[in-house]
């Protein structure tokens, strides 16, 4: 995996977060929801990145 995707991973892993534990402290359902999906596709990265590491070999 390389490490400027794996950063990329992380970091949309933990704003998702951070915006859904936010939104659900405020309220907003909405929000909460778009933080629980930059979340997964922080996560799905992370797989894709780990799938290609593991073809190459």
Do not use: I, N
Not at 19 to 46: D, F, I, P, W, Y
Request: glycine share 8%; no cysteine; aromatic share 4%.
């Amino acid at each position: 995996m390389s490490a400027t995707e794996k950063a990329k991973a992380k970091a949309e892993q933990m704003v998702g977060k951070a915006v859904q534990k936010t939104a659900h402290m405020r309220g907003k359902k909405s929000t909460e929801a778009k933080g629980a999906a930059l979340g997964l596709r922080g996560k799905a990265r992370e797989r894709k990145e780990k799938a290609k590491d593991f073809f190459k070999r």
